[in-house]
């Protein structure tokens, strides 16, 4: 159901005539399993590290390897305002976990970060690049194994 929504949504006239004046080439949008594998994978990856402007992250890779941009950026979406701090808490706390330190009392105030940040980094990054891989690979594959049973559900379906 999201496979076909996702093809009819691509071949929308209007998203055509946007590609075209702004000159992007239309596999950045295009809807196949790889395509919008590759971008829940790199949409994923980039949404489970604490940076700022995510979004402009997915875009920036785009020269560098084709993906369905909409897709990845929509990934980036996961790290919204409201679901940051119990990611990023988590991902320290794995860090730390990780490294064998103990974890810092975390208060939810610009204060508190600017005087820590420098105790924080080490932890949040390795638990943020441990969460990143996992998920990344796990999307990608859930991806892949969702499509691949939509496509033969539909085939039996017909027939």
């Known amino acids: 159901m999201i496979r076909k929504s996702i093809k009819k949504t691509t071949k929308h006239p209007k998203i055509n005539k946007f590609l075209k ?3 992007i080439p239309l596999e950045y949008f295009s809807a196949n399993r790889k395509m919008v594998a ?3 994978f790199l949409g ?5 590290i604490p940076m700022p402007m995510q979004m402009a992250a997915v875009v920036a890779l785009a020269p560098f390897t084709k993906f369905n941009i909409p897709i990845a950026i929509a990934m980036c ?3 919204n ?7 990023y808490y988590i991902e320290y706390l794995t860090g730390s976990f990780v490294l064998g330190i103990t974890p810092q009392p975390v208060e939810l105030t610009l204060d508190w970060f600017s005087n820590n940040l420098s105790k924080i980094f080490i932890p949040l990054y390795t638990g943020a690049l441990l969460y990143s ?3 990344s690979i796990g999307g990608y594959f859930l991806v892949n194994w969702l499509w691949k049973k939509s496509v033969v559900k539909e085939k039996n379906y017909k027939n």
């Open 21 to 23: 004046k702004y000159n």
């Open 38 to 40: 590759k971008g829940v």
């Open 44 to 48: 994923i990856f980039i949404a489970f």
């Open 77 to 79: 979406w996961i790290t």
């Open 81 to 87: 305002p409201f679901t940051m701090p119990p990611i």
């Open 133 to 135: 891989i996992v998920g």
